[in-house]
C-alpha cells in the first residue's frame, strides 16, 4: 500500500470502509468461485461441466491411443485426444478472462463509488 491509498483511507469515514471492502481484490479462490455468480453463472457452470466432458474424451482418445495396434488408428485416437485438449485449454483460456474482467469491473465500481462519494460532499 502506497502513500496515496494511505491517504484515502485516512479520509473515509466507517461506512465508506464498510462498503469500500465488500470490493477489496479477492483472493484466487474468491476469483474462481465469483465467476459463478452473476449474469453468467448458468453459462459458467456449463462450461465448467463442458469442460470435464472434453477432458474425460481427451482422457478416453489417449487410453485408446495407447492400445491401438493400427498406426492409422493410433493416429486418428491422437489427434482426438489432442483436439479435445486444446478445447479443454479455450475454455480455461475464457475462464481466466472471465476473472480477470471480474477483477476489473470490481476496480470500476470502486472507483465509480469514491467519484460519488465525492460529488456527494462538493454538493
Known amino acids: 500500500m502506497d502513500d496515496l491509498d494511505?491517504?484515502?483511507?485516512?479520509a473515509l469515514n466507517a461506512e465508506d470502509r464498510a462498503l469500500l471492502g465488500s470490493f477489496e481484490e479477492q483472493g484466487l479462490f474468491g476469483q474462481v468461485f465469483g465467476i459463478y455468480s452473476g449474469k453468467l453463472g448458468a453459462l459458467a457452470l456449463f462450461a465448467t461441466l463442458l469442460?470435464?466432458?472434453?477432458?474425460?474424451?481427451?482422457?478416453?482418445?489417449?487410453?485408446?491411443?495407447?492400445?491401438?495396434?493400427?498406426?492409422?488408428?493410433?493416429?486418428?485416437?491422437?489427434?482426438?485426444?489432442?483436439?479435445?485438449?486444446?478445447?479443454?485449454?479455450?475454455?480455461?483460456?475464457w475462464f481466466w478472462m472471465r476473472m480477470e474482467s471480474n477483477r476489473i469491473l470490481r476496480e470500476v465500481k470502486r472507483l465509480e463509488l469514491q467519484l460519488a462519494r465525492r460529488q456527494g460532499t462538493q454538493a
Not at 494511505?6 to 485516512?10: A, G, L, S, V
Not at 489427434?79 to 485438449?85: D, F, I, N, P, S
Open 51 to 93: 469442460t470435464l466432458v472434453l477432458f474425460g474424451g481427451a482422457v478416453y482418445c489417449g487410453w485408446k491411443f495407447f492400445e491401438a495396434t493400427a498406426a492409422i488408428d493410433a493416429a486418428r485416437w491422437g489427434a482426438g485426444a489432442v483436439m479435445l485438449m486444446v478445447m479443454v485449454g479455450f475454455l480455461k483460456i
Open 6 to 10: 494511505r491517504k484515502i483511507e485516512e
